[in-house]
């Protein structure tokens, strides 16, 4: 089974461009996570879709980022201005369903360096 | 104060040392109870997952719970140097499905 893929791997930008990660979910799971991972941080969930409907986004930093889940399927989430505060690894995961304790699956994660 | 506390290490053992990883927590809300290890520029993967208290062995790894003191752990028997990965705690209420994360800790097993 093809796991979480995500793309790029690694960018660097300055701040003030824009930058526009890729997610390809396991196939079949309905529900799809963004995190953000600062260095010596757990994950912090930026927003979480049930197909392709936003579920949680209330820590979305929503006057720099935006994502969506066209389809249901893939996933893109844009930082545009990115601040130096941005760099961090962002995290897609993806679960079967969201009806409790089903298992987030991972995807490797974008390392973002904002200079 | 953080909802989930963890202490970020670095926890440095010799192999085959029996290894303790713990978390704090501060909201008695909390039911289920998950660990997960990350190994260096990859994704975190479920490792162990426990609903209220209470114990759960898998192999060389046991999870504990103990909410009376709002402490959970995980045991690692026989530690090898492929377990040198960060472990984070997570731990989410029955009301919300998110995820609440430690910080980390990173475990290093020297050979």
């Known amino acids: 089974e093809a796991g979480v893929a995500q793309s790029p791997r690694y960018k660097i930008i300055e701040k003030r461009q824009s930058v526009a990660f890729w997610c390809n979910p396991i196939?079949?799971?309905?529900?799809l996570y963004w995190y953000q991972q600062i260095l010596g941080q757990g994950p912090k969930l930026l927003i979480q879709f049930q197909n392709n409907g936003v579920v949680d986004d209330s820590q979305l930093p929503k006057d720099r980022f935006s994502a969506e889940r066209l389809k249901g399927v893939d996933s893109t989430l844009k930082i545009q201005p990115a601040k130096l505060e941005d760099s961090a690894v962002y995290l897609c995961?993806?679960?079967?369903?969201?009806?409790?304790?089903?298992?987030?699956?991972f995807g490797p994660g974008t390392r973002l360096l904002v200079l | 104060q953080k909802e989930v506390e963890q202490d970020p290490g670095p926890l440095s053992v010799p192999e085959g040392a029996i290894v303790s990883l713990n978390c704090t927590y501060s909201n008695s809300a909390f039911q289920y109870f998950m660990w997960y290890r990350q190994y260096s520029r990859k994704g975190p993967e479920l490792l162990m997952y426990?609903?209220s208290s209470g114990n759960k062995e898998d192999g060389r790894f046991t999870a504990q719970v103990d909410k009376s003191s709002k402490y959970i752990s995980l045991f690692i028997r026989d530690s090898q140097p492929s377990d040198s990965a960060t472990y984070l705690c997570?731990?989410?209420?029955?009301?919300?499905?998110?995820?609440?994360w430690g910080a980390g800790t990173k475990l290093i097993i020297k050979p």
């Open positions: 997570a731990m989410r209420r029955d009301s919300n499905y998110q995820l609440i």
């Open positions: 995961a993806s679960s079967l369903a969201r009806t409790g304790h089903e298992t987030q699956y």
């Open positions: 426990t609903y």
């Open positions: 196939s079949g799971h309905a529900t």
